[in-house]
């Protein structure tokens, strides 16, 4: 048995039936962490802290069994979650040293729950982008190929989570920060509905747009983790996949992918129509009219309500925080906020009131077609080269990063519906490709029912060359 292997629900039944101690699971970890360090997946850990607990945990198991679901397993946790033990540094110079009171709520129901802080994962500075290419701690490098990006923001969390650091990583999504990391790093990644988790204790970008989200390297271990946030049971029933109705919406979200993402995603639904999956060609009646620039403004317009907040409360004014940021293109972002191009308070009531149409689009859709869930490439590529963080190549031209990233999974965004990233396979240069599953607004374990059931049919992916080494 190779403890880093093991999923999160493994690793827990090897622990509970005392095949696997804590010490011998976590240096396992730790002796991975440190061979993969140049991958930089993280900004802030407590290696001796976490030999200690699991020292403690052991001592304690050989008289009397500890009950507590996440008992001993470390869990990383993005740096824009508070922990009170570490700094919540939001990959910003201003707050590297910040150190919140108290934890967020999805840690303190970690902690309850047994689990371990195993690090603070490196993220986009701020949150603000798709690369995790940071000026400040350092760009996060995918363990398929580490020239290129992990996807962003979360990119750290799916790093450590795809390179067997642990076995399972918190993120945080706006728009795609959880599910595209996780696509183009080859594991799952699930953005719950809006309000789903408690949102105390997050470096916000967009209260209104933002939820944590659990990464991890199964469908089965996702959903274990959001039983566990949600405080729901934790029971994931078996489905049979035939009659489930998938939409596949070949106009918004398959138009303009790379090949070699749709040569993927093609094979993927080839497989589930084979096994009795109803596939219905369709597109969301005036999605790209209520979507387009909503996301945007919403967020442009919340973050500078929300991060003044937040520089505040560490004890920081809102110059300070700006002086320390220094990712080139998330100084351009707060420049524009700053000056003439800012959101005003009239645009965004437009975009408030856009979402509500969006919104209404989407349940229209989900029920006149009898529609399990919509399903398409989660990003239009592969993960690209590091330093594209404005324009990157599609086609052979050059489109904005961050847009082209994000296009598909930001509409389910902005209308607050759950959705999940699975790994449908590996391009011919050998790169993951995600197909995202996104469900009616509050149909998060139906959703994940369904995710599961179409993961066992889709080949397993390997382990990725940085962890063969």
């Known amino acids: 048995m190779d403890p880093i292997e093991l999923s999160l629900i493994e690793a827990q039944k090897a622990i509970r039936r005392r095949k ?38 052991d001592q304690a198991s050989c008289a009397q069994p500890d009950c507590r679901p996440l ?67 350092g760009p996060c490098r995918n363990p398929w190929n580490p020239l290129r990006v992990p996807g962003g923001s979360s990119g750290g969390s799916a790093v450590a989570v795809a390179s067997r650091m642990v076995p399972a990583a918190l993120g945080t999504d706006t728009g795609a920060s959880v599910r595209l990391p996780a696509a183009l790093c080859g594991v799952v990644g699930f953005r719950p509905s809006m309000g789903r988790y408690p949102s105390q204790g997050i470096l916000h970008l ?54 070699q993402v749709l040569a993927v995603i093609e094979q993927a639904l080839d497989t589930l129509a084979s096994e009795g999956v109803v596939c219905v060609t369709l597109d969301v009646p005036d999605l790209k009219r209520h979507n387009d620039t909503t996301g945007s403004t919403l967020v442009m317009f919340e973050m500078m309500q929300s991060l003044p907040a937040y520089a505040k409360a560490q004890g920081l004014s809102m110059d300070a925080l700006l002086a320390g940021v220094g990712s080139p293109d998330v100084v351009r972002i707060l420049s524009r906020q700053l000056g003439h191009e ?43 080269p590091i330093g594209h963080d404005d324009l990157v190549d ?5 489109v904005p990063t961050f847009k082209t990233l994000i296009r598909n999974t930001d509409p389910g965004s902005n209308a607050g519906l759950p ?51």
Request: hydrophobic share 45%; with cysteine.
């Open 20 to 57: 696997l101690g804590h010490q011998e699971y976590v240096h396992a970890l730790l002796q991975q962490t440190d061979r993969l360090a140049h991958l930089n997946a993280w900004i802030s850990r407590d290696r001796e802290r976490l030999i200690q607990q699991a020292k403690v945990l």
């Open 71 to 137: 008992i001993g397993i470390p869990v990383a946790i993005k740096d824009n979650i508070d922990t009170a033990d570490l700094p919540t540094s939001g990959g910003t110079r201003a707050l590297l040293a910040s150190r919140p009171q108290r934890n967020a709520a999805v840690v303190d129901r970690l902690l309850q729950s047994g689990g371990l802080i195993a690090g603070k994962t490196n993220l986009h500075e701020l949150a603000l982008g798709g690369t995790t290419h940071n000026a400040v701690t």
């Open 206 to 259: 967009s209260p209104s747009k933002d939820t944590v989200g659990p990464m991890a390297r199964s469908v089965a271990d996702v959903a274990w983790l959001d039983a566990l946030l949600a405080q729901d049971p934790a029971d994931l029933p078996d489905v049979s996949l035939k009659g489930l109705r998938l939409g596949i919406p070949r106009g918004d979200f398959f138009e303009g992918a790379d090949p």
């Open 342 to 384: 800012r959101v005003t308070a009239p645009a965004y009531a437009a975009a408030l009131a856009r979402r509500q149409k969006l919104q209404a689009a989407y349940a229209r859709h989900f029920a006149d077609h009898r529609l399990d869930a919509l399903a398409f490439p989660t990003c239009l590529m592969t993960a690209p």
């Open 394 to 398: 599609l086609h052979g031209q050059a």
């Open 419 to 469: 959705g999940i990233s699975v790994p449908a396979g590996l391009t011919a240069e050998g790169l993951p490709v995600g197909l995202e599953l996104d469900g009616p607004l509050g149909s998060d374990r139906h959703l994940l029912t369904v995710a599961a059931a179409i993961e066992r049919v889709l080949p397993r992916l390997p382990r990725p060359p940085m962890v063969q080494a």
